[in-house]
């Protein structure tokens, strides 16, 4: 005689499977509805235009954004070979001024002038934003020398020194 196992199903799975049935036949009801389906299928077919082309803005941004981060590594790198060369006088005030700009609240109170890759800053500062000045100054691409003639202003606010 044949033995004939009997097969247990387990009560949680049975339960999942009509779950899921039940959910896929709502989504089918829903979706091919006589009387909306038409315009509920053009309404998810258009979330999924969207989201296409939002993924791939997002894409093109990333491809972009690596580009110019690839591109800005490649310019430093040819700075530092080329290091040895002179930086001329106008552009050299340049870098230091724009690097000032990143560093304090308030870069136009120092004037700034370049003697062939020797700076010289002037102007009053706040005793907090002294050492900064110079050593913001002294890693500027090009600059070989910092003459601090700044002066220490204690009644200044942070980041308020005027001319």
């Not at 033995?3 to 979706?31: D, E, I, K, V, W």
């Not at 010289?120 to 003459?147: K, M, S």
């Amino acid at each position: 005689m044949g033995s004939y196992r009997r097969h247990r199903s387990n009560p949680a799975s049975t339960l999942l499977a009509c779950a899921l049935s039940a959910a896929a036949g709502a989504a089918l009801m829903y979706f091919l509805d006589p009387a909306w389906g038409r315009s509920r299928r053009a309404w998810l077919q258009e979330k999924g235009a969207s989201l296409g082309r939002t993924a791939r803005e997002r894409e093109d941004a990333l491809a972009r954004n690596t580009l110019n981060h690839v591109r800005g590594a490649v310019h430093t790198l040819r700075g530092m070979a080329e290091e040895g060369d002179r930086v001329d006088d106008v552009v050299l005030v340049e870098r230091v001024r724009a690097a000032l700009g990143h560093t304090i609240a308030n870069p136009h109170g120092i004037d700034v002038k370049a003697f062939d890759g020797r700076v010289v800053l002037r102007g009053p500062v706040t005793p907090e934003e002294l050492a900064e000045i110079v050593a913001c100054t002294r890693r500027v691409r090009g600059v070989r020398e910092v003459d601090n003639r700044l002066s220490p202003n204690t009644g200044l606010g942070a980041g308020t020194a005027t001319p």
